[in-house]
């Protein structure tokens, strides 16, 4: 079983829709999420950071994360094609300078 | 601020040519990574740097060699390039969480 698991997709939604980008893991002692963005021929881009369990929102983004089902999620509310990209979730143990375990990264295109 | 810069953006090299790969960050980290990105692969780790002075393999070093200049630079090696090594290739800085460079375009023939 690997350590981070992530739906490739690619995933294709009607510009307005509700996202939910989802990834699960293997290992109890992760405690930090980040989700990146990825455009095409670009380099990843933080998009959100979360410590331990609950709810993080930033404008119509939103990262949960559920540790005891090992669960982690993003959601992009009114979805815009500017929302193409990979999104990539990514997750460490005690944070600081430990190496981060990535997903394999989800495709999605919103189309207008 | 630039934050982490890397060059060449794009890089054609015949198989058995060698060259570096440059990273450069300004942001005052002290871990440092190299990855390689490929089509459904994801990115995987090549090698990376806790801090100056340190380097480690990562899950794919083979064909690599790294060098941490200073505080800033983190270099990668390819001694002789092999088509395998097409890929794309991302330096990132780390506090907490990583932040990635544009990336550099190789491609071996």
């Known amino acids: 079983q690997k350590e981070v698991e992530q739906d490739p997709g690619p995933l294709s939604v009607p510009e307005g829709a509700i996202v939910s980008l989802n990834c699960t893991y293997s290992n109890s002692a992760f405690q930090y999420f980040m989700w990146y963005r990825q455009y095409s021929r670009k380099g990843p881009e933080l998009l959100m950071y979360?410590?331990?369990?609950g709810n993080k929102e930033d404008g119509r983004f939103t990262a949960q994360v559920d540790k005891s089902s090992k669960y982690i999620s993003l959601f992009i509310r009114d979805s815009q094609p500017s929302d193409s990209a990979t999104y990539l979730c990514?997750?460490?143990?005690?944070?600081?300078?430990?190496?981060?375990?990535f997903g394999k990264g989800t495709k999605l295109t919103v189309n207008p | 601020n630039a934050g982490v810069t890397q060059t060449p953006k794009f890089q054609v090299l015949k198989t058995g040519q060698s060259m570096t790969l440059q990273c450069a960050q300004d942001m005052n980290h002290n871990s440092m990574y190299w990855y390689r990105q490929d089509p459904g692969m994801g990115l995987r780790l090549i090698y990376y740097?806790?801090?100056?002075?340190?380097?480690d393999k990562g899950e794919v070093p083979n064909g690599y060699n790294v060098s941490r200049l200073n505080k800033r630079e983190f270099s990668l090696r390819l001694e002789s390039a092999a088509p395998s090594q097409t890929s794309v290739y991302f330096c990132?800085?780390?506090?907490?969480?990583?932040?990635f460079g544009p990336g550099t375009r190789l491609t071996v023939t």
């Open positions: 990514a997750m460490s143990a005690w944070g600081g300078s430990e190496k981060l375990v």
């Open positions: 740097s806790a801090s100056e002075g340190t380097t």
């Open positions: 990132a800085a780390q506090a907490h969480e990583q932040y």
């Open positions: 979360t410590y331990s369990s």
